[in-house]
């Protein structure tokens, strides 16, 4: 079975930290996704990457940015949080070639 | 730019009923098209993938069918149970092809 994890299930930052989400994939996957999921809003792609250090933007990558440095690993990289960026993050992966996204269990943020 | 629309945002059902969630699509271009489930607080869980060759899929009591040239999809879920009891989610391929669109969810409830 695919298995896509992330770094922790809940987390609680101050603004203006700088905070670190992780998101580890084993099936050797070449894609790998970072979303946000706002009530209402559904999801909303914030990076992707196709290859390491490869990286491309998505619908909203104002105040992130990312880092794929290994294959399996894709971090999600908050450089000065702020309060409209608690939210749920979720993290997928898929193969170059196949369909499906494969989704870790999600983190949810707070910023206070 | 590719939009996912979801109808209903709730619903709510006796345990029994057969029931369908709808998704709609703008750009009809696709090459596939996916559902999800999501729990509350969890993260997604892949339930069917719809080749664009294809006209419906099946898992168990789930039927999905896709209608390309009406940008529609419909999820049938027979003989509802409570444990159907969360959002089911639809995703579309963007128009360039590089990653999904997401609809909002429909939050299904089955009561017992």
């Known amino acids: 079975d695919v298995k896509v994890t992330q770094s922790s299930r809940y987390l609680v930052k101050r603004t203006g930290e700088k905070v670190f989400l992780e998101?580890?994939?084993?099936?050797d996957h070449e894609n790998m996704f970072w979303y946000r999921q706002d009530p209402g809003l559904g999801l909303r792609l914030i990076y992707f990457s196709?290859?390491?250090?490869?990286?491309?933007?998505?619908?909203?990558?104002?105040?992130?940015?990312?880092?794929?440095e290994k294959k399996e690993r894709f971090s999600l990289i908050l450089e000065s949080a702020s309060t409209n960026q608690t939210s749920m993050y979720l993290c997928a992966s898929s193969d170059r070639e196949a369909d499906t996204q494969y989704f870790g269990p999600g983190t949810r943020l707070t910023v206070l | 730019k590719q939009e996912v629309t979801q109808i209903p945002a709730a619903l709510s059902v006796p345990e029994g009923e057969n029931l369908v969630l709808n998704c709609s699509f703008t750009d009809s271009a696709i090459y596939n098209l996916q559902w999800f489930r999501q729990d509350p607080g969890k993260g997604l869980t892949s339930l069917l993938l719809i080749q664009s060759s294809q006209r419906e899929q099946t898992s168990g009591r789930l039927n999905?069918?896709?209608?390309?040239?009406?940008?529609r999809s419909t999820l049938y879920i027979a003989a509802s149970q409570p444990g159907d009891s969360a959002t089911y989610l639809c995703a579309a391929p963007s128009s360039n092809n590089n990653d999904m669109r997401f609809g909002a969810g429909t939050r299904l409830t089955v009561k017992p």
Do not use: F, H, N, W
């Open chain 1, 50 to 68: 196709y290859d390491v250090k490869m990286k491309e933007k998505g619908d909203i990558p104002e105040g992130y940015s990312v880092s794929r």
């Open chain 2, 64 to 71: 999905a069918s896709l209608d390309k040239s009406s940008g």
């Open chain 1, 23 to 27: 998101c580890v994939q084993d099936m």
